[in-house]
């Protein structure tokens, strides 16, 4: 069975650059949500989306934008990396609301030097 | 203040032992709770989802039980296997409409040993 897509799985990246993750749901999902992970920590919510339009925000950072495209993937955009956006980031999918089941992403490893 | 507290924080049994994680929320109104298994550097993978009604739910050799009255829920693990090794993390969704935030417990870090 199809399950969420992220792109890249690794991610190397200079302090003060730009980078661009990708999320694909899994078909039919209409609801994307953003994770970041930082090492030994619990997973932080950033922001979700549900049919293309922002629907929830917590604690994503002015420098970071995401949007979620016709075809349901979703991006997220970091610009002006700092040490501290190291972290793993991953998406997830659902169909409607969170009472559905949540499916994860493997997940994009980010590390900013 | 929506929270969900795990316990132990870590974990060492033995190849084929049995085990028992504890997860307490305070996540109200409740919708559901989950159970994910996450591997260093990897997504979480769900293990079960429990609404309001549910008691017990098994996938194969884990088995979740939900007290919704006191609020606690368990994962038991059973003839565990080298590859259970990983994180545990217990995820309690609030009633609500639209798409409310999760509420991610610490997890435990469960290492199987032979």
């Known amino acids: 069975a199809a399950g969420v897509i992220q792109s890249p799985r690794h991610l190397i990246k200079e302090k003060r650059e730009t980078a661009t993750l990708k999320c694909y749901p899994i078909?039919?999902?209409?609801?994307v949500y953003w994770y970041q992970q930082g090492p030994g920590q619990d997973p932080q919510f950033l922001i979700s989306?549900?049919?293309?339009?922002?629907?929830d925000k917590g604690s994503i950072p002015d420098r970071f934008s995401a949007q979620q495209f016709s075809d349901y993937h979703s991006e997220l955009n970091m610009s002006s990396l700092e040490l501290g956006d190291s972290a793993l980031y991953f998406c997830?999918?659902?169909?409607?609301?969170?009472?559905?089941?949540?499916?994860f992403g493997s997940g994009t490893q980010l590390s900013v030097l | 203040k929506n929270q969900v507290e795990q316990s132990p924080q870590s974990l060492i049994i033995l190849e084929g032992k049995n085990c028992t994680l504890q997860?307490?929320?305070?996540?109200?109104?409740?919708?559901?709770l989950r159970w994910y298994k996450q591997d260093t550097g990897r997504g979480p993978v769900s293990l079960t989802i429990?609404?309001?009604?549910?008691n017990t739910k098994s996938n194969g050799r884990y088995t979740a039980t939900l007290d919704a009255d006191t609020k606690q829920s368990s994962l038991h693990i059973t003839a565990s296997q080298l590859s259970d090794s990983a994180s545990y993390i217990c995820?309690?969704?609030?009633?609500?409409?639209?798409?409310?935030?999760?509420?991610f417990g610490k997890g435990t870090r469960l290492s199987v040993i032979a």
């Open positions: 429990m609404t309001f009604s549910e």
């Open positions: 997860c307490n929320y305070t996540v109200s109104p409740f919708s559901n």
């Open positions: 995820v309690v969704s609030a009633k609500g409409s639209g798409n409310t935030p999760l509420v």
């Open positions: 997830a999918s659902s169909f409607r609301t969170g009472r559905e089941k949540l499916f």
């Open positions: 989306f549900y049919e293309k339009m922002q629907s």
């Open positions: 078909p039919r999902h209409d609801t």
